[in-house]
Each structure stands twice: as C-alpha cells, then as structure tokens.
C-alpha cells in the first residue's frame, strides 16, 4: 500500500524502524521459549520483509507530505486538526453532516461539517454510524493491545516474535509481540480479548507478568523504559464486518 501511493517512500524520508529479516512465532512455558517450525502455523504471521514502523511517526509524515502536495493542486485546500477528536456523529436530514469535536458543544465552533466524512474502522464514533444505518448484522469482538517501549543494551533490529502462552495460561484469547527495532529499541506487547472468563483480568498486569519471562528479561535486563501506551482492536474477522462501507455523507 505505501509503495502504491508513494513508489519512491524510501527516498523521501518515510519513516520506517526495520525491516524484518527474522520472524517468530514462539510458544512460552513458565521459563523456556519454543520456536514453532514455519508449517505450523498460519503463513501470515510470518513476517519477513515487512516493514516495523510507529504509527504515529508514520501519520506525522504523511500530514507533511499531503500538505506539500496540497500546495501544488489549485483551488484545494488542507486543514489539519491534529489536537481535535471526534465525541459524536452529527446526522441531519438522514445523513451523516458531521461531527462534535467538543465533549460538550455549546456553540457551532464545536462543531466540524463536512459534504463527506470518513472514520476509522474502530472506535464508539463509527460504531454510531455503523448502528445508525444497521450496517452490520453479526457484533464486532474487541481486544486491547498494550504495549511498553525500551531501550536496551544490544540491538534486537529486524527480528519480530509473536508468543502464546505465558502468561495466558487460563484460555483467554491472546498472545504477545516483541519487534526489535532501530537504536537498539525494542516493542514488547500483548493483545488480549476483552471478553476473558476472568472478570479481573488486567491486560496491564499480564504484560508485567510476560516481561519476567526470562526471555524476555534477558533482552531488556539494564535497560530503560522509553514509552508506553494502549489501543482497542477490533476483532471478530469476516462476519463481524459492516455489509456496506459506506452510508449518505459517510
């Protein structure tokens, strides 16, 4: 996809952590780690060649390269709203108009119109269109992500590992990731279904309990943590998709 809209992305700065030369898919026990032979598991996690990148590295450059390209098109221009988002849907006369950018909107500044509006695939904001308009027959299933940043002493680069086991040893759907990156960083996470057996499941804490792993505490042993953040994925596959993608003004 980067390739298609942007064919010369490397030599224009895109920003990219790795490239992945090693790919794993590994199961843990309380203290040793196996890695799965390639015919074992689905071919789509094997991830060699893809490229490791952060996310929000990635938007910020693609918001400086449309507004170059901006620029060069008569008669268009770009707005960036980059501390804004979006609390509601605005529908008017069976359409989508727009949407609140204000928790609680007291005057028309609260609001962004627009003749189309696009929205993200996750979120409660879509999930008002998609409901809206009854776009979608089967429920959609989430999962959290939660994810830690370090620095470490070697460099992992280019190697990608996805984990069962450890520490979902109850049957709660899930697993973990670590992708080494540039500079010696390194990501470590875990996905986890939202809809556990356990009622105090705490994706924070399983996260903690993954990096005692000692695999995962030798790579991060005199270390320093950079970052850390959170996402809700949508999950659920083919029947969990909306019948349509689009809706009046969507």
Same mark, same amino acid.
């Given at each position: 996809?980067?390739?298609?809209?942007?064919?010369?992305?490397?030599?224009?700065?895109?920003?990219?952590?790795?490239?992945?030369?090693?790919?794993?898919?590994?199961?843990?026990?309380?203290?040793?780690?196996?890695?799965?032979?390639?015919?074992?598991?689905?071919?789509?996690?094997?991830?060699?060649?893809?490229?490791?990148?952060?996310?929000?590295?990635?938007?910020?450059?693609?918001?400086?390269?449309?507004?170059?390209?901006?620029?060069?098109?008569?008669?268009?221009?770009?707005?960036?709203?980059?501390?804004?988002?979006?609390?509601?849907?605005?529908?008017?006369?069976?359409?989508?108009?727009?949407?609140?950018?204000?928790?609680?909107?007291?005057?028309?500044?609260?609001?962004?119109?627009?003749?189309?509006?696009?929205?993200?695939?996750?979120?409660?904001?879509?999930?008002?269109?998609?409901?809206?308009?009854?776009?979608?027959?089967?429920?959609?299933?989430?999962?959290?992500?939660?994810?830690?940043?370090?620095?470490?002493?070697?460099?992992?680069?280019?190697?990608?590992?996805?984990?069962?086991?450890?520490?979902?040893?109850?049957?709660?759907?899930? $697993? *973990?990731?670590?992708?080494?990156?540039?500079?010696?960083? @390194?990501?470590? +996470?875990?996905?986890? &279904? #939202?809809?556990?057996?356990?009622?105090?499941?705490?994706?924070?804490?399983?996260?903690?309990?993954?990096?005692?792993?000692?695999?995962?505490?030798?790579?991060?042993? $005199? *270390?320093?943590?950079?970052?850390?953040?959170?996402?809700? @994925?949508?999950? +659920?596959?083919?029947? &969990? #998709?909306?019948?349509?993608?689009?809706?009046?003004?969507?």
């Amino acid at each position: 996809i980067i390739e298609k809209v942007w064919p010369n992305y490397k030599e224009i700065g895109f920003p990219i952590e790795a490239t992945c030369t090693e790919s794993y898919f590994s199961v843990l026990g309380l203290e040793k780690k196996w890695d799965m032979p390639a015919k074992m598991y689905p071919k789509s996690f094997d991830k060699t060649g893809y490229l490791v990148v952060s996310l929000s590295l990635v938007t910020s450059w693609m918001a400086r390269q449309l507004e170059a390209k901006a620029k060069e098109v008569p008669n268009v221009s770009l707005d960036l709203f980059t501390g804004f988002a979006a609390h509601g849907v605005v529908f008017e006369n069976g359409r989508v108009a727009g949407v609140q950018v204000s928790e609680d909107p007291k005057s028309e500044d609260d609001y962004v119109y627009a003749k189309f509006t696009c929205f993200g695939d996750k979120g409660f904001v879509s999930r008002d269109v998609i409901d809206h308009f009854k776009l979608r027959d089967c429920p959609q299933i989430w999962s959290v992500g939660v994810k830690e940043v370090w620095q470490c002493k070697e460099s992992y680069e280019g190697k990608v590992w996805h984990t069962l086991g450890w520490p979902l040893l109850d049957g709660t759907f899930g $697993g *973990g990731f670590v992708y080494g990156m540039k500079d010696s960083k @390194l990501t470590i +996470g875990m996905v986890i &279904s #939202l809809d556990s057996p356990d009622p105090n499941m705490n994706p924070q804490l399983k996260l903690q309990e993954y990096k005692k792993h000692p695999w995962i505490q030798n790579m991060i042993t $005199g *270390g320093k943590l950079l970052k850390y953040g959170a996402a809700l @994925l949508p999950e +659920g596959g083919y029947y &969990s #998709l909306p019948k349509k993608f689009t809706a009046p003004g969507a």
